[in-house]
């Protein structure tokens, strides 16, 4: 699946000044090193609630 957002992103950027790629998950991740891993590779992970974070 991550592979697949990345290659969206990718491909998107030829064409888009701005793309934002957003993982939505049905729940807050348990551990939070995934925020982190998410933002080092430039992916927004969000969950319901998190909603004003992604298009706010």
């Known amino acids: 699946m991550q592979r697949q957002l ?3 992103q990718d491909r998107l ?3 888009a000044n701005s793309v934002r790629a957003v ?3 049905e729940r807050e991740p348990t551990e939070a090193r995934w925020l982190a891993l ?3 590779v430039g ?3 969000a969950w319901p609630a998190r909603e004003d ?3 706010g």
């Open 6 to 8: 990345l290659d969206h």
């Open 13 to 15: 950027a030829d064409r």
């Open 23 to 25: 993982l939505w998950v």
């Open 38 to 40: 998410c933002n080092r």
């Open 43 to 45: 992916i927004t992970l």
């Open 53 to 55: 974070d992604v298009f």
